[in-house]
């Protein structure tokens, strides 16, 4: 396979992924009025200002790490939390995410649960695709449903952990937000030798934030 076939190949990447200085993603007690838990305001502060900044015309560091995170992505997967709140077997299916009536991806997004439900489109081309199954068969389906584009984890943190054990993650982009929370979920926790795949390819930093890029070696 040459250079130009191997850069056409399909990829894995992780965008945005915003840690605490000591390496949490979420704090404690996610819930529908805390997303992120508690004690973790101001983690993506940086996003916030990043998206205002775009919006007004200029750039930079962060917007431009904003924009490489939507480019070329064909299809996403994430874990049941970040789809939303609610826990256990669905009560009802009146839950449709955090995201209101147009979600922002606009492309198939394949949701990791036990419990299954049926699959749920919405205004702007956003399909949600609940799946018990392998990380494995659920990384072909996106494949398949983002047609020659690479696939995006969104999150959160125990998803991109089972794909980074799997050695499947390709590109990982980190956000280092210079706050510290102390407890809720670290994103390497557990994690063993199964980062010696991966190896920092970039390292760069805003007056808001330091972003580091992994790839796979």
Not at 14 to 25: F, K, M, Q, R, W
Not at 82 to 111: I, N
Not at 131 to 159: C, H, S, W, Y
Request: no cysteine; proline share 5%; aromatic share 8%.
């Amino acid at each position: 396979m040459t250079k130009n076939q191997e850069n056409t190949v399909p990829k894995l990447r992780v965008h945005h992924l915003t840690l605490s200085v000591d390496g949490y993603a979420a704090g404690p007690r996610q819930r529908l009025e805390a997303p992120f838990g508690d004690g973790i305001d101001g983690l993506h502060d940086w996003m916030f200002a990043a998206m205002r900044d775009r919006a007004n015309g200029r750039t930079g560091v962060d917007v431009d790490r904003l924009d490489l995170g939507e480019e070329n992505i064909g299809a996403t997967i994430m874990g049941r939390n970040m789809f939303g709140p609610v826990r256990g077997p669905w009560q009802d299916e009146t839950w449709t995410g955090w995201w209101g009536d147009t979600p922002p991806y606009r492309h198939p997004v394949f949701v990791h649960t036990h419990h299954q439900r049926a699959a749920l489109s919405m205004e702007g081309g956003t399909t949600f695709h609940f799946t018990d199954e392998p990380i494995e068969t659920v990384l072909q389906r996106a494949f398949e449903a983002a047609a020659g584009k690479d696939v995006r984890i969104g999150g959160g943190p125990a998803t991109i952990r089972q794909y980074l054990r799997a050695g499947l993650v390709d590109q990982l982009h980190l956000v280092i937000a210079p706050i510290l929370v102390g407890r809720g979920e670290r994103l390497f926790d557990g994690m063993g030798d199964a980062l010696d795949g991966y190896r920092v390819v970039e390292q760069i930093s805003s007056a808001a934030a330091t972003h580091i890029s992994l790839a796979r070696r």
